[in-house]
């Protein structure tokens, strides 16, 4: 059974940080590429990085460009999402999912198969 499940997210002062973990299983993790996303509430679900699974190159929303990185441990089967210098707007569940096969990295939600449940990063002060 394919799952994705995210943790790490929590409340946060601007300008703080927070890493977000998508933990997975029933699948080989090496095999894909993957995607954070997010949902502020009333807005549309947008994408915020990437991860290929061919060479690690990464792929960045030009909103969070230079303060978020993505990154994988093939051998913990887990995708990393540090998240610095935070700001208010960046408030919202954020989510992780699997590109499809033979799909690449990118923001289009139709190249994604698979998604975790969600995490609640709210930055306040």
């Known amino acids: 059974q394919v799952q994705l499940v995210e943790s790490g997210g929590g409340l946060v002062q601007p300008g703080g940080s927070l890493r977000l973990s998508c933990a997975a299983s029933?699948?080989?993790?090496?095999?894909?590429?993957y995607g954070w996303f997010r949902q502020a509430p009333g807005k549309e679900r947008e994408g915020v990085a990437c991860?290929?699974?061919?060479?690690?190159?990464?792929y960045y929303a030009d909103s969070v460009k230079g303060r978020f990185v993505v990154s994988r441990d093939n051998a913990k089967t887990t995708v990393y999402l540090q998240m610095n210098s935070l700001k208010p707007g960046d408030t919202a569940v954020y989510y992780c999912?699997?590109?499809?096969?033979?799909?690449?990295?990118?923001?289009?939600?139709?190249?994604?198969?698979?998604w975790g449940q969600g995490t609640q990063v709210t930055v306040s002060s």
């Open positions: 999912a699997r590109v499809r096969p033979l799909f690449r990295c990118g923001f289009s939600q139709r190249a994604y198969d698979y």
């Open positions: 991860i290929s699974n061919t060479d690690d190159s990464t």
């Open positions: 029933g699948f080989t993790l090496d095999y894909y590429a």
